[in-house]
């Protein structure tokens, strides 16, 4: 296990209602994570905890098997291998360029400029930000600032990737070149965990689902065997993916079909089709 | 013209390889012959670095000259204060040298003065040779790399900083703005004078509730990013050294502190 929530709860000063309230979840090592769940169910709460950035009211956490340390040393060393992307990427866009503002993270290391600089330029062509380098952050389109503030946490190559929404302001193609992005980072062996509301991303995406409602997890596994909890997930008014729906649908149609006609038809879809199907969707 | 055009041009103008320091210097040493010397320096002044601005750089004469022409317009606002002046009759004799032509006008006696159109001459003149100088700065040299000069040169941290984080944050809280104010045309908050000031109220409001909200925002991401307290950041920016655009600054300036030179020593 990379990161362990063991009883957390956390709530706002400002508000009535625990963002958090006894949560306990394990982010298991080398996975793609999806945490989904409802606008205010406590997924940023979770990552600014997961970071460091909260410190929890009650409860425990553990990284790498061993307890959280708020001291200053312990959270640069934890901030280095848990990369938080913020879903605006205009709050954390800090410096004035391109090329600054990726060296910005390695600098707080406190790294020499030969080292920072060729980090910062190996990061720039993994991302394809050559012709953007030298240009200001403000000059980029909200598509373009989301490949920077993935290139920002990238660059401290962290063992714990934390992407808030990041599907949040991008377009299809955009999506799809951030899917497979992260496949590749997934690839070099960093462990992510994607919060997002989009059920198809999720299933085509993950292989580890959690599901969070105000503030505890009600599911996890692996995406199959999550969505296959359909009374739950209605319950929760958060639904299954498009192709579930698809299938039950197809299998309602067939069984009301048998009905009116008097010849048997398969009033089900045979388990190895739809599984068959379902694999489809899922690799896409 | 907004700031973010201005930016842009500096981000695209062909001096940009140039190195910042020596656009920089270049602008800071017309700036000082500008304030020494005489008028027709002054206008060899303005005229050479309007060449540069627009010709070497590639600024868009119709922008550049849209700029300049603010500072026209306050010159000329100011003309006729500087070149009118007027007398009571009993001691019209007193300036029968400087004045030029006039009137009566009552008791009074107005009148175009030598002096006062020498005075506005020389303002004009110095107005517009020092804008000049500013605008190239401005319009070559983009504000990030005056910040890193800044730096170099040994300028307080603190203030680099703060300048860096307004910088990068202007353009959000304008957008901002300008996203606020787009919303409540659309729902015709400018109809009438009264609910002008009222959105324009609500308008400010909210940019200050939206500006403490960002900066708790940005705090919180600048601790995951590992914040020390301490804003350092590198790049990578190569400067090409260009032996003709050095060379005609350096003559041309040479020419022009011996024109100034020679104005003193002749006494014209």
Not at chain 1, 255 to 265: K, L
Request: contains cysteine; proline residues 4%; positive net charge.
């Amino acid at each position: 296990m990379l990161l362990e929530f063991e009883k957390v709860d956390y709530t706002y000063p400002s508000s009535p209602q625990p963002a958090l309230q006894s949560l306990t979840l394990r982010i298991p090592k080398g996975k793609r994570c999806a945490l989904l769940g409802h606008n205010g169910c406590g997924k940023t709460t979770l990552f600014l905890l997961a970071n460091g950035l909260y410190k929890p009211q009650n409860g425990a956490i553990h990284w790498q098997g061993s307890p959280m340390r708020y001291d200053r040393k312990s959270l640069m060393d934890l901030r280095q291998k848990v990369g938080l992307v913020f879903q605006d990427p205009e709050q954390q866009l800090v410096a004035s360029t391109v090329e600054e503002d990726i060296s910005y993270g390695l600098c707080n290391l406190g790294l020499p400029d030969p080292e920072v600089n060729q980090r910062v330029g190996q990061a720039i062509t993994a991302f394809n930000l050559s012709e953007l380098a030298t240009r200001p952050v403000h000059h980029l389109s909200l598509g373009q600032k989301k490949r920077v503030s993935l290139a920002d946490v990238m660059v401290l190559q962290p063992e714990l990737l934390l992407l808030d929404e990041p599907t949040a302001y991008l377009d299809q193609r955009q999506t799809r070149d951030l899917m497979a992005k992260l496949r590749q980072i997934q690839a070099t062996g960093t462990t992510i965990v994607m919060a997002t509301h989009d059920l198809d991303l999720a299933y085509c995406w993950a292989d580890w689902i959690f599901v969070l409602n105000q503030g505890q997890l009600i599911l996890e596994g692996t995406p199959q065997d999550v969505f296959a909890q359909r009374e739950i997930l209605e319950q929760l008014h958060l639904g299954v993916p498009l192709v579930f729906d698809v299938l039950d649908k197809v299998a309602e149609a067939l069984s009301n079909q048998s009905e009116q006609a008097d010849y048997q038809v398969m009033n089900k879809i045979p388990e190895p089709l739809r599984n068959r199907i379902l694999d489809v969707f899922r690799y896409s | 013209m907004s700031s973010l055009q201005i930016d842009t041009l500096a981000y695209s103008s062909r001096l940009r390889q140039l190195p910042p320091e020596h656009k920089l210097l270049f602008a800071i040493v017309l700036l000082i012959i500008t304030y020494v010397a005489q008028i027709p320096v002054q206008l060899a002044i303005a005229g050479w670095i309007s060449v540069w601005t627009v010709i070497y750089a590639g600024i868009p004469t119709l922008v550049y000259l849209r700029l300049l022409s603010i500072t026209i317009a306050f010159w000329l606002t100011s003309l006729p204060a500087l070149v009118m002046s007027g007398i009571d009759l009993p001691h019209l004799q007193t300036i029968q040298t400087d004045a030029w032509a006039g009137f009566r006008w009552g008791d009074y006696y107005l009148y175009l003065s030598h002096q006062g159109v020498q005075q506005a001459a020389e303002l004009g003149a110095r107005a517009i040779a020092s804008t000049a100088c500013i605008y190239f700065v401005i319009l070559t040299i983009p504000f990030t790399e005056i910040l890193s000069v800044l730096r170099r040169i040994g300028c307080p941290t603190l203030l680099t900083e703060l300048m860096m984080m307004m910088y990068r944050f202007i353009f959000v809280l304008l957008k901002t703005a300008r996203e606020l104010w787009t919303a409540q045309q659309s729902r015709s908050g400018y109809r009438t004078r009264t609910l002008w000031m009222k959105s324009l109220g609500l308008l400010i409001g909210q940019l200050l509730r939206r500006t403490l909200e960002n900066y708790r925002q940005v705090s919180l991401t600048l601790n995951s990013r590992g914040f020390t307290g301490d804003f350092r950041v590198c790049h990578s920016r190569q400067y090409k050294l260009s032996k003709r655009y050095g060379f005609e600054a350096l003559f041309g300036c040479t020419l022009l502190v011996m024109l100034t030179g020679w104005h003193y020593v002749t006494g014209i």
